[in-house]
């Protein structure tokens, strides 16, 4: 495994080893349930705090606004399903986009099955949402604006902080998933104006099965779990200790290099970028070419399958993606590639690079190496291909 290549960040990272040390204790020594009161409750407790603390620090946020959840998701079903219930008097109406994640998208539709109305906002051809439009679609009736706060598949940065501002002026709350963002570029919770965020442990180094949903102090929300009075009451269920330290230890590790690994990756990213776009013919980047995630590289290939391609750099120990880890089961192209006006045959041949604070430089020139012939490679099999290389 020393030599396989993992470019697939945006889906999961490898916890990271300063990670593993710190939740050791909690998996050997201090397993108590958090909610008990002998000492080795108590430290798990004490624990808990501190990588409250963490995460605060992290968003400009105050600890007692942190709640922990089980991942991304969740964090995002309990904004919109609580804000929803809480508010149902005041009205019915929440905006988002077309290009957030399922778990945005699903959750509203079923909120629509339910007598609420969803305004699904337009992207430009970099994915990008207008405030103009946001500005346009709220309503007397509106108690929710919902803006990712980077793409998980195109990495394109929203403008979180304008948006942020339209809704304080408004009296809406705002809600931005920063599932991608979070650990990776600078966000203030004050600054840009945010009522809810949502993150996850497992795209900065922690496991996977912890998150956290940033609550405003006033904000109404009803729970979304019902049970014991963990999290304050606001959120049931034994605390998942080891994962709770590890997402604070984490999202530590990240803001204290987040300058010197931010400017090393989008070296790279531009590296990768520049390099496949000279060599191969018939290809675009998509997403925004500067406001973007500094690890994400998403590129159409025309006249060839994302699939097969993903199967060649598997081949050549590079694991990658063909956009969102969530929606890799599915046959149908990106609901983001076709948001900002890719056809079928082009969304299909997608390919997502995510480059984490663990990849060298060398590991991306392996990969400039090998891509171009494999993208050649599947085309020389395409009779499309053949017939526009013949007609040029």
Avoid at 40 to 50: G, H, L, M, V, Y
Avoid at 252 to 270: G, I, S
């Amino acid at each position: 495994m020393n030599d396989l290549i993992y470019f697939d960040n945006a889906a999961t990272t490898p916890i990271r080893p300063e990670v593993y040390e710190e939740i050791k204790p909690y998996l050997e020594t201090y397993y108590g349930n958090a909610s008990s009161v002998y000492s080795i409750a108590r430290e798990s407790k004490k624990a808990i705090d501190k990588a409250r603390a963490q995460v605060a620090t992290a968003l400009n946020a105050k600890p007692e606004e942190i709640f922990f959840t089980g991942c991304g998701s969740e964090s995002d079903n309990w904004v919109l399903k609580g804000v929803a219930c809480a508010l149902k008097d005041k009205g019915n109406h929440i905006i988002t986009s077309c290009i957030e994640h399922h778990a945005i998208l699903h959750t509203c539709e079923f909120l629509e099955e339910n007598g609420f109305e969803v305004t699904y906002l337009p992207v430009d051809e970099y994915g990008k949402v207008s405030v103009e439009d946001v500005r346009k679609a709220i309503r007397p009736t509106t108690i929710l604006v919902s803006i990712m706060f980077a793409n998980n598949e195109i990495g394109t940065i929203e403008p979180i902080k304008e948006i942020g501002a339209l809704c304080k002026e408004k009296g809406i709350y705002f809600h931005t998933d920063a599932v991608q963002a979070v650990g990776h570029v600078k966000i203030d919770v004050q600054d840009m104006n945010i009522d809810f965020l949502s993150l996850s442990g497992h795209k900065l180094g922690a496991p996977k099965g912890i998150g956290a949903l940033y609550i405003r102090k006033g904000c109404k929300i009803k729970n979304l779990i019902h049970g014991g009075q963990q999290e304050r009451g606001r959120r049931a269920g034994t605390e998942n200790v080891i994962g709770i330290v590890a997402l604070g230890k984490a999202i530590e590790l990240a803001m204290e290099e987040m300058d010197e690994v931010t400017a090393r990756l989008v070296y790279l990213r531009d590296k990768v970028i520049n390099s496949i776009l000279s060599q191969v013919d018939y290809a675009r980047l998509n997403g925004h070419p500067t406001d973007r995630l500094p690890g994400n590289v998403n590129i159409s290939f025309e006249f060839i399958e994302g699939e097969s391609m993903l199967l060649l750099l598997d081949a050549n120990k590079i694991c990658a993606s063909s956009g969102s880890a969530c929606t890799s089961g599915s046959l149908d192209p990106s609901h983001v590639l076709l948001a900002i006006g890719l056809p079928h045959e082009k969304a299909h041949g997608s390919l997502r690079i995510t480059l984490g604070y663990q990849n060298t430089e060398e590991q991306v020139d392996k990969l400039i190496e090998v891509l171009p012939p494999i993208v050649q490679r599947l085309r020389d099999m395409s009779p499309l291909y053949e017939e526009i290389k013949n007609k040029k």
